[in-house]
């Protein structure tokens, strides 16, 4: 019986060690202790052997009952995480497809221009300040000194916008609308600059887009004179094209400034560059803007960043920058 009992242990004892899943373990289970299982079946023969005997033989019996159910739980427990392992590596998300080399991208020449020209002006001491694209035709126009009817407003070539009164509301032509709203808006001194998007009814050519960006200025304090205008356009020439740079105003007109002039830059090797125009705040627009032109004085000057972006980067034609062409932006 003693033989008996411990060749039907370590049978179901390797028969558990070789199990290889947890349903092999729940048969080798039942063999060994269920209904008719081999441990089982030999406890209903002990009554039939000597009683002297049948205390041993009993106690062989319930200790080998219980070797079989300690390893049966360990048994268990190591093939449920063996299988929970093989499960979660059959769950996992492959993302291993994803480029090894990311290909980065980078500003367009003419936002490299703008930013560096709001650095420049930062540095300066001025804010940066900003306006609609959608305008009304008395900031675009009235404020600024051109009234319904002056010739100035057919250089403009507008876009009129379908909305209100016909002919009230447009797409700016120029940034110059930033200097009311920031007057209307701001006590002096102002000291800002605005970068933006204007656009006018031009077809396209190598100098000319119907949308385009500018960036326009307006100093408002107390005593500004020309001088100071024409210091500080020298003053950021230096600072954004390089040491060897000059700058010279040329009278001009303006219907917003008075005096007015056109400015030139001029690089190392003597050549002349039209920049922009610029010009003491007329009072009429000083006044619009809120502002006593008794107490205050200012000057504005505006230019286009995309000319100065076609220049800096050696650009023949403007429509190459909106071409959108990979191949062309790289090179910037
Ligand atoms: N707004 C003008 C234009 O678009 C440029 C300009 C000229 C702006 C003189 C100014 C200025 O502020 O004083 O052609």
Redesign the pocket.
């Known amino acids: 019986m003693l033989d008996l009992i411990a060749k039907h242990e370590s049978s179901s004892l390797a028969a558990i060690a070789e199990a290889a899943s947890v349903a092999d373990l729940d048969r080798v289970e039942s063999d060994a202790l269920g209904k008719s299982g081999s441990l089982i079946v030999l406890k209903r023969d002990l009554g039939s052997i000597p009683v002297e005997e049948r205390k041993t033989a009993g106690r062989a019996l319930n200790e080998a009952r219980q070797h079989v159910e300690v390893s049966l739980a360990q048994r268990r427990e190591e093939l449920a995480a063996v299988e929970r392992v093989a499960r979660l590596q059959a769950e996992r998300l492959d993302l291993t497809e994803v480029p090894t080399t990311v290909s980065v991208g980078h500003a367009h020449i003419v936002t490299q221009a703008w930013e560096e020209l709001e650095d420049v002006f930062v540095g300066m001491g001025y804010h940066v300040a900003e306006g609609p694209d959608v305008e009304t035709d008395w900031h675009n126009f009235d404020a600024?000194n051109i009234p319904p009817g002056h010739p100035a407003r057919d250089g403009?070539d507008t876009i009129y916008v379908n909305h209100g009164e016909p002919g009230s509301t447009l797409l700016r032509?120029?940034?110059?609308p930033v200097?009311i709203r920031t007057m209307l808006t701001q006590e002096p001194p102002i000291y800002i600059v605005a970068p933006g998007r204007?656009f006018r009814r031009d077809t396209a050519d190598a100098t000319h887009m119907p949308v385009f960006h500018?960036l326009?200025?307006?100093v408002i304090d107390k005593g500004i004179s020309l001088a100071d205008l024409a210091g500080t356009i020298q003053a950021f020439t230096e600072r954004y094209f390089g040491s060897g740079f000059n700058s010279r105003l040329r009278p001009?007109y303006?219907p917003?400034?008075e005096p007015?002039?056109e400015f030139d830059v001029q690089s190392p090797d003597g050549s002349w560059l039209e920049l922009?125009?610029?010009?003491m705040?007329h009072p009429n627009v000083l006044r619009a803007g809120g502002v006593d032109p008794e107490e205050w004085s200012g000057?504005?000057?505006?230019?286009?960043i995309d000319r100065l972006a076609l220049l800096k980067f050696g650009v023949d034609d403007l429509r190459d920058m909106y071409s959108n062409d990979i191949r062309f932006l790289r090179q910037f």
């Open positions: 600024l403009f032509t120029h940034t110059s200097q204007v500018q326009e200025g307006l001009n303006f917003f400034t007015s002039a922009g125009g610029c010009g705040v000057f504005a000057f505006g230019f286009g």
